[in-house]
């Protein structure tokens, strides 16, 4: 299972972005699909989270700014990102867990890309 992510950049404060990632492999199934993100010097944490029957979660400091969804056909999620903030410049890592073929379970990361939000 591999995960490719698309869709970061550099953006002005107040603008938006919308990141992409999309699974490809051996999938049975897909449960959760999230956003994560590492800023320097810190610790990677939760951004957003998806679950297979559409219940989202979102950190504190993203609410109502951003959006995820995802496309269980295209097993792709997405992360619509508005009224960026210079504190939401950080690495966006997307995951994936599921079962793959033979009951064998996954977690999966993306490559990470990179939101930089500047004037």
């Known amino acids: 299972v591999q995960l490719q992510a698309y869709g970061g950049g550099l953006v002005q404060p107040g603008g938006s972005l919308r990141l992409s990632c999309a699974a490809s492999?051996?999938?049975?199934?897909?449960?959760?699909m999230g956003w994560y993100r590492q800023a320097p010097g810190k610790q990677r944490g939760l951004v957003a989270v998806?679950?297979?029957?559409?219940?989202?979660n979102y950190a504190d400091s993203v609410k109502g700014r951003f959006s995820i969804s995802r496309d269980n056909a295209k097993k792709t999620v997405y992360l619509q990102m508005n009224s960026l903030k210079p504190e939401d410049t950080a690495v966006y890592y997307c995951?994936?867990?599921?079962?793959?073929?033979?009951?064998?379970?996954?977690?999966?990361w993306g490559q990470g890309t990179l939101v930089t939000v500047s004037s």
């Open positions: 995951n994936a867990n599921g079962l793959a073929p033979g009951y064998q379970r996954y977690d999966r």
């Open positions: 492999g051996s999938i049975v199934s897909i449960n959760a």
């Open positions: 998806v679950t297979s029957s559409g219940s989202t």
